[in-house]
């Protein structure tokens, strides 16, 4: 009998080249495990089954984390307003983890001797999945053929074409991943430093024009209603909120970042609903915290992005960041306003029964009613006084016309 691996299969160029390389080349019987994090239909799904039986596996299943994969680190992603370098929402460095643990957990089931996956050599995705393998599954062998034969793309389309797999290979030119938390898009003109993607090489395309009102509704720091809407499955919610925003193609951007092997790369990504939510939520946060709750919020809300692009979501620290982000959301609860528009959208408003920005205290700029103006004369007079000192003892060292000389 010949030994089991299991693939931890997408549909893709890289992964179609994995299955016909590891059945000829290695000999292995190929299982396909599609771990999907919310971004297939069920017509993508049995089309992905039905090309991964032409390639030759010896089976495909579907594992659906999609809702571990929300419960466990989304609503984290939301608690902490996470950016990675102030611009892309980890669609795909955060969803890695949630496939690899699926797939260790099948590997196992079915008895398998290898698990494979089609990263390739200069990325982080490598990282992330042989990490979770070695951490969780020492006894099983990884392989990753494309990362040691070091292969192009165009290397993997000649290999499939001399094996009569005929696909659509124009689409193919780029490496797509698409997932509950946004869909990102690499190759060609992302391998350069001074190119963007054409328009159509963005899954979504515009549909609509003019604007469109969108409200959200959050409840301790969860999506309970859209437009008036009431959500009880939060994964559907945020489904909405994409199809809704995606139709004005909001959310694309290049991403430019450290990767976890050193280098510097680049992406693509198209991520409607989650810029959109991490926009409305951190804005509703600005009102119903205090400052320094929203300071050491993105202290921790960084560390927790950064841990989970690095590959370090095993780590026990990341659970302890997640108490903290949850406990500052028990009062970020509120409706906002957002306004959508071709290729972007804005923040227009919120309300809540727990906005800070009462009246009652003083209206900025306008009217002081909770205290005098001799509080803040004194108020001022103490603020200074430390500067006012340092400035004494070292006659003059604070003169700023002296500095721009």
């Not at 990362?147 to 389309?157: A, D, G, H, K, V």
């Not at 095993?314 to 108490?323: A, T, Y």
């Amino acid at each position: 009998m010949k030994d089991k691996v299991v693939l931890a299969y997408s549909g893709g160029l890289d992964t179609s080249f994995c299955v016909k390389y590891l059945t000829e080349e290695k000999q292995l019987d190929v299982y396909s495990a599609l771990a999907n994090t919310g971004g297939f239909s069920e017509n993508e799904l049995k089309d992905i089954e039905s090309k991964a039986y032409e390639l030759g596996v010896t089976e495909h299943t579907a594992l659906d984390v999609t809702n571990r994969y929300y419960q466990r680190c989304i609503r984290y992603m939301i608690y902490g307003n996470v950016l990675k370098n102030n611009t892309y929402p980890l669609s795909v460095s955060s969803e890695r983890i949630f496939q690899a643990l699926a797939i260790v957990e099948y590997a196992r089931k079915i008895g398998a001797k290898y698990i494979a996956h089609g990263s390739t050599g200069a990325g982080n995705d490598q990282i992330r999945f042989d990490l979770t393998f070695q951490v969780l599954a020492p006894e099983i062998k990884v392989i990753a053929p494309i990362r040691n034969l070091q292969l192009s793309r165009e290397q993997e389309i000649d290999f499939l074409k001399k094996r009569g797999i005929n696909r659509d290979w124009t689409k193919m030119e780029y490496s797509i991943n698409k997932g509950l938390w946004g869909t990102s898009v690499g190759g060609k003109e992302t391998l350069t430093s001074n190119q963007t993607l054409p328009d159509e090489a963005y899954p979504s395309q515009l549909q609509k024009e003019g604007e469109e009102t969108l409200t959200i509704n959050f409840e301790k720091g969860e999506i309970t209603k859209v437009n008036g809407e009431a959500f009880t499955d939060k994964i559907e919610a945020i489904k909405t909120i994409e199809g809704l925003a995606a139709s004005y193609a909001v959310g694309r951007d290049m991403h430019v970042g450290d990767t976890i092997v050193g280098i510097k790369g680049r992406v693509g990504f198209e991520a409607a609903a989650p810029l959109v939510i991490i926009k409305a939520h951190h804005v509703l946060e600005k009102h119903t915290l205090t400052k320094w709750q929203m300071h050491w919020k993105e202290q921790l809300g960084n560390w927790y992005g950064m841990f989970l692009h690095e590959s370090q979501y095993l780590e026990p620290s990341m659970r302890d960041i997640e108490k903290f982000l949850e406990s500052t959301q028990r009062n970020v609860t509120g409706k906002v306003i957002i306004k959508l528009k071709p290729y972007r959208f804005e923040v227009v408003g919120i309300e809540s029964d727990h906005d800070l920005m009462s009246s009652v205290f003083g209206e900025y700029g306008e009217m002081n009613k909770a205290w005098t103006a001799s509080d803040v004369e004194g108020f001022t007079t103490m603020l200074a006084t430390p500067m006012k000192i340092y400035n004494a003892v070292n006659k003059g060292e604070l003169n700023l016309e002296d500095a721009e000389d």
